[in-house]
């Protein structure tokens, strides 16, 4: 180093430590004196390095330095690692600090230090003392050797990571893992728990021991269901505990009511079970087992907790899981347990059902035997035939009585062929042959249901088959076919393929629901809202198919959609290899199809389907006046004879389900309705509910016939809205019975509902009207009344038979009018109406009028009675009276608004006009009928010399007075309009005379000038609303000619003109504010709409403009005066002569041959010529009297006029005056005044104009 280069600063050990941090602060307080390293100032400059490294890091370090291995620390160390031994540790020998681990660090810190290698190690297991008792710790560390200034290693260096919370995060998460994986395959509630608790025990450092028990149904027992970690009969494991033990193991009424707790275990049990770990738990968490949807758990599980980490809520969170996977693997186990006992139990119940069916069919053979034999019997019998009615009853004996044996025969084939005891004898038949027989036994049946039935078969096919099944296989399948098919046919085919023979039976019907087509062979299954012909059936027919095919061997299936249809395919292998050889018969024997009595049952079902099943036969005509019963039922035995039961009595109809019932009901009401509850297409509770949602129908009684007997099917029908409600069978007299009854109930129902009503409805009228009705026993001094009479009088009926009828009036009657009133009920006679009025005192002191009316009879004693009416009106009599008044009103307020509106009419302007460049359009109405009038009004006052002045206004008021001050106002503009004034000037003139007609008068108006010479509207407004202009070229834009002053009468008046220059076809539109205000709306939103009008009809003809706008904006609907003036430029006929005249000498000259060659030019006749010619002269030369030149001359011609102005630079105007003979002044204006039709002056800023016309 030179002299020249900067000696760098070297930091003490104090600023070091200063800015170290919390423990840089904390190293200051250290007595390093009394340590082997000394001052720090005198530490060796590598210590000094490596302390500045150590407290600058925010990696987590410590280090040991020197002899002794003096401990050192940074703040990330100090705040991971340290806990409670922080700041004690700072300045101490390393061996001092971690004493509890130095067995395990001490060895590798003196490797280091001796060989001068750095070791490392991954997530070691050390049991540090930081937190007030040995803690389960990880750390990955290494410890690196420090070197002194002379190269010798006089320290080490430790950087370390604590993984306690991953390591122990992942062995808990490995345990929940296992648990949830193995406990799932366990089959029962033993098991599982088994699983559970070996799992648990195979990682004995997370719950050193565990013990789950499980509670009986109440609660007062637990069992001991498993163990993790305990060996044999443990105290802390007893096999029972009993919640009724005065001091139990553990607090089973706590977590029978589902309550967790923290159990301490020392001193309660010896040698604790203690795992994996050196020493015993000191607690265990006990925790209830929930139940899911229940008040008490299935059990609990005791956990032994580490002792080696804090029970903190991840801890607890952690147990809670351990047993939400015992709960959840219990759960599963009882339901499969559960599930197999019920399967256990249905089996039984199948094979009871079975039985009882094999027991029941034997029984049921000998009655039927014994029903069926007589009744066939008498049936042929022709020495002794019976009479026709007691034929057909037989045969409807023997049909259903054959029905009923074939379905007895069905169960015992069903309970045959699950029991094996069936036996079956196969033989060698061409089953093409016995078919096709069975097939045609249907043909009649599918011909009188307008269906084809079509039988093809393969000459060569023969199999093995018993044919009695085979027959029921082929006579179920077509039966059923032609139940579900409606149009089009069933097709029959038989024949073999691939060494099976192939039966199919096709149909075109309704077909089946693909979620219907896995249990459509098992047996009681029926197709829910499916159509068919009938609902009757079992529900065993193609259970039954599935079983007989089975027998042989084969498949059965079906390929089905809705709305298109079914086929149904039998497969049977070809030969007799599968079927048992002793069940085999080698003859094949005769085929012959025997129409047996279940063959033929099955057949004469299928009859029974027929539409024409469904209609009675012929009886005689019903007797009018019969109640009509509607008969309901898709079997047409059963229809047939219910109405032969009935018809005796009643009008009998019948239906063959509820579609076709609810057809026939509306074309006629039936009186009562008998319906089978099983029905095709609508059943008999369908009927019920759509009755109940017909009004027509929801009275009619109905009565419902079902085969479900007992208590809950009878409580179904009646709750669903049936009537009545009989089990199949019943007698004759029990359904005439109910019947009777019923219709009985019904009228008597009409009658009370009729009675009810007219009750409600009298009562009703007596309310609305304030009527009540009375009884008065003038022998017996008694009152009887209606309920409204009570009421009108604020009085009880038990009052009123306290006081008797003499004192009730006494105390009713207002006193003037008691005596009157008794009079007209002691002079009562027979036949005579008693009427009369009265007051009648309320007792809370109101007086309310009322009317009575009443008439005298005579009771069945003999007793007079005074029966009658009683009618508040003071309503009526105060409503009278207004209205009376009212029309006085109105007829006042009539009387005043026509002589207002004839006053306005007088006052208001023709509305034609005749104007020099314009067109005018006016409209004017009056408010309604019943409104007050108001004091609209316009006026045009031709000016002369083609201007012309526009006035509209508004009165604020009513009536006369406002039309008669309108009046006023129109003869004032007049005047000073005659006077040539300037808009400005007429307004405030206005505006003094408005003040002198009263304080309260408030008046706006619009004075307009318009100058046809200029083509300009000058004009002022005092408060009106805003005049519209739609330009001739911009007619979508109708802009407002805003307000520039207050209304008249408002006080200080102060405005200026306004000019606006106007071109031919504008149109300025001038309106009161009737037009435009509605009551609730802002007025410019009216303006605006009237804007919107002129913009749609501003092309319509100008005379019809106005009554146009009118109706746009007010309909028919007008409650104030409204007045519109319409003002539409012209075009002007010849824009005439303009001359300046700047020399007095050469003026008059000048003026006189231009005015002549003019009027020349338009053809003016010679004389008005020269006179106009003299005019000009004389206004010119005293325009040059007057004033200095220039003066301007200008002469132009409407249609009906020529109009002559001269204008000079003068404010003074010309005086008219009679000269005398010597005195020329003032007699030129007389030659003018007597020369033209009109003349003027007028004054403006620049000068005076003096003007005058001629008619042409």
């Known amino acids: 180093m030179t002299a020249r280069e900067p000696v760098s600063r070297v930091r003490s050990m104090r600023e070091t430590f200063e800015s170290g941090g919390q423990v840089g602060a904390d190293l200051l307080e250290v007595d390093w004196s009394r340590t082997p390293l000394g001052d720090p100032e005198q530490w060796s400059l590598s210590l000094k390095n490596a302390i500045r490294i150590l407290l600058t890091s925010k990696f987590s370090m410590w280090m040991a330095w020197g002899p002794e291995l003096t401990f050192f620390c940074n703040d990330a160390y100090r705040r991971d690692t340290l806990g409670t031994k922080y700041p004690w540790a700072l300045g101490r020998r390393a061996d001092e600090v971690w004493s509890e681990i130095w067995d395990d660090i001490g060895p590798r810190i003196a490797r280091v230090m001796e060989s001068g290698e750095a070791t490392w190690d991954e997530a070691l ?36 990571t604590e993984d306690t919370q991953q390591v122990v995060a992942t062995s808990r998460m490995a345990l929940l893992r296992d648990l949830g994986v193995r406990m799932s395959a366990a089959r029962d509630e033993q098991a599982a728990v088994a699983e559970a608790c070996h799992q648990i025990n195979a990682d004995g450092r997370l719950l050193p021991f565990s013990v789950v028990y499980l509670f009986d149904d109440d609660g007062a027992t637990v069992w001991r269901a498993g163990t993790a970690g305990v060996a044999g009969d443990h105290p802390v494991a007893p096999a029972l505990i009993h919640a009724s033990s005065p001091s139990p193991t553990w607090p089973i009424a706590e977590l029978w009511d589902g309550l967790s707790s923290v159990v301490p275990l020392a001193g309660r049990f010896e040698d604790v079970p203690r795992g994996r770990w050196p020493e015993p738990p000191t607690e265990a968490y006990v925790v209830p087992l929930a139940q899911a949807a229940a008040d008490h758990p299935y059990g609990f599980l005791v956990a032994g907790l580490n002792r080696y980490r804090p029970f903190d809520d991840t801890y607890r969170d952690f147990v809670d899981l351990v047993a939400g996977h015992l709960s959840a693997a219990i759960s599963d186990a009882r339901a499969i347990q559960a599930e197999r006992e019920r399967a256990e139990q249905l089996a039984r119940l199948d094979q009871a059902k079975t039985d009882f069916f094999a027991n029941v069919s034997h029984e049921l053979r ?41 379905l007895v025969n069905t169960l015992l084939d069903f309970s045959r062929l699950e029991s094996g005891q069936g036996r079956s004898s196969f033989q060698r038949t061409d089953l093409c042959v016995l078919t096709a027989e069975l097939a045609a036994m249907f043909q009649s049946a599918a011909e009188g249901a307008g269906l084809r039935l079509d039988i093809d078969c393969d000459g060569d096919t023969v199999a093995y088959v018993d044919r009695d099944q085979w027959s029921k296989i082929v006579l179920n399948l077509i039966s059923n076919a032609l139940k579900f098919t409606f149009e089009g046919g069933v097709s029959v085919t038989i024949g073999s393929d691939d060494g099976e023979a192939v039966l199919r039976v096709s149909d075109t019907g309704t077909g089946i629901p693909e979620a219907d087509q896995p249990r459509l062979f098992e047996r009681f299954h029926r197709v829910a809202g499916s159509r068919s012909r009938t609902h009757e059936g079992s529900g065993i027919g193609l259970a039954l198919v599935a079983e007989l095919v089975n027998a042989h061997g084969g498949t059965v299936s079906v390929d089905s959609a809705p709305g298109e249809g079914s086929t149904f395919v039998v497969r049977l292998p070809l030969g007799h290899e599968h079927l048992p050889a002793e069940q085999v018969a080698h003859e094949s024997g005769t085929i012959a199809v025997a129409a047996d009595g279940a063959t033929r049952s099955m057949v004469a079902q299928a009859l029974s389907w027929l539409p024409d099943g469904s209609q009675p036969e012929p009886r005689a005509a019903a007797r009018s006046g019969q109640p009509t019963v509607l008969v309901v039922d898709d079997n047409a035995d059963m229809r047939s004879y219910i109405a032969d039961l009935l018809h005796p009595e009643y009008d009998v109809q019948v239906a063959a389900d509820g579609i076709d019932a609810l057809e026939r009901m509306a074309e006629r009401r039936p009186d009562l309705v008998l319906t089978d509850v099983m029905m095709p297409r609508l059943d008999g509770f369908g009927l019920l509910h759509k009755m109940q949602g017909d009004p027509a129908l929801t009275s009619v009684p109905v009565i419902m ?3 479900r007997a007992g208590e809950e099917g009878t409580l179904e029908g009646l709750e669903a809205g049936a009537n009545d409600y009989l089990v199949k069978p019943f007698s004759g007299r029990e359904l005439l019975a109910r019947v009777r009854v019923n219709l009985e109930l019904d009228r008597e129902q009409r009658v009370r509902q009729a009675l009810e009503r007219s009750e409600e409805l009298l009562a009703q009228a007596q309310r609305l009207a304030q009527i009540g009705s009375w009884e008065i026993h003038l022998d017996q001094d008694t009152i009887t009344a209606s309920p409204m009479f009570y009421e009108l009088m604020h009085m009880s009926a038990e009052e009123m038979d306290r006081l008797g009828t003499a004192r009730v009036i006494e105390s009713l009657v207002h006193p003037d009018d008691l005596e009157r009133v008794n009079l007209q009920i002691a002079h009562a006679v027979p036949g005579e109406i008693v009427r009369y009025e009265t007051r009648v005192v309320l007792p809370d002191g109101r007086v309310r009028l009322f009317q009575a009316r009443g008439e005298l009879a005579t009771d069945p004693a003999g007793g007079r009675v005074l029966r009658g009416s009683f009618q508040d009106i003071t309503d009526q009599r105060a409503t009278q009276e207004r209205l009376i008044a009212a029309e006085a009103e109105r007829e006042a307020a009539t009387r005043e608004r026509l002589i207002a509106e004839q006053l306005q009419a007088s006052l208001l302007p023709q509305s034609e006009f005749d104007l020099d460049s314009l067109d005018v359009a006016a409209f004017y109405r009056a408010g309604v009928e019943g409104t007050y009038v108001g004091g609209d009004w316009y006026d045009v006052i031709p000016l002369g010399a083609g201007r012309t002045a526009f006035v509209i206004g508004d009165v604020m008021g009513r009536g006369v007075r406002a039309a008669s001050v309108m009046g006023q106002l129109r003869s004032a503009v007049r005047a000073y309009a005659a006077l040539d004034l300037t808009p400005v000037e007429v307004l405030e003139l206005l505006d003094r005379l408005v003040q002198e007609l009263g304080s309260n008068q408030i008046v706006t108006c619009v004075y307009a000038v318009h100058d046809a010479a200029d083509r300009t509207l000058t004009y002022a ?19 407002r000619i805003e307000a520039t002053g207050p209304p008249l009468g408002a006080g200080y008046f102060g405005m200026r003109p306004e000019v606006v220059a106007l071109e031919a076809d504008d149109l300025v539109v001038l309106y009161t504010d009737g037009l435009v205000e509605r009551r609730g709306t802002d007025l410019f939103d009216g303006i605006e709409r009237l804007a919107e009008a002129v913009r749609d009809h501003v092309d319509h003809d100008l005379a019809e403009l106005p009554a146009m706008l009118a109706h746009d904006l007010l309909g028919g609907e007008v409650d104030d005066d409204i007045a519109l ?132």
């Not at 002194?148 to 320290?155: F, Q």
């Not at 039927?368 to 057909?392: H, I, K, N, R, V």
Request: net charge negative; charged share 25%; aromatic share 4%.
């Open 125 to 160: 297991l050390l049991f540090l003392e930081r937190s007030g008792y040995a803690e389960e710790t990880y750390h990955t560390f290494s410890y690196s050797p420090l070197a002194d200034d002379d190269g010798a290693v006089a320290g080490m260096l430790c950087v370390v």
């Open 366 to 406: 000998t009655p039927l035997t014994l029903l069926l034999g007589p009744a066939e019997d008498a049936l042929a019998d022709g020495a002794a035939p019976l009479p026709p009615s007691q034929a057909a009853r037989l045969e409807t004996i023997a049909r259903n009585g054959q029905r009923m044996l074939q």
């Open 705 to 707: 016939l079902s085969a």
């Open 1021 to 1039: 407004n005092a408060g009106h609303p805003p005049p519209l202009l739609a330009r001739h070229d911009l007619v979508d834009n109708v802009a």
């Open 1125 to 1256: 003036v319409l003002v539409k430029v012209a075009e002007p006929e010849d824009p005439g002569l303009q001359v300046r005249l700047d020399s007095a000498e050469t003026a008059a000259r000048q003026a006189r041959r231009a005015v002549r060659l003019q009027l020349a030019a338009w053809g003016v006749p010679e004389e008005l010529a020269e006179d106009l010619v003299l005019v000009t002269s004389e206004l010119v030369t005293n325009a040059f009297v007057h004033a200095r030149p220039p003066i301007d001359l200008r002469i132009r011609r409407t249609h009906h006029e020529v109009v002559l102005e001269v204008h000079d630079r003068a404010l003074l105007r010309p005086r008219r005056r009679r000269p005398d003979d010597d005195d020329e002044h003032g007699r030129g204006l007389n030659i003018v005044e007597a020369l033209t039709t009109d003349w003027g002056t007028r004054s403006s800023e620049s000068g005076k104009t003096v003007w005058c016309t001629v008619r042409v």
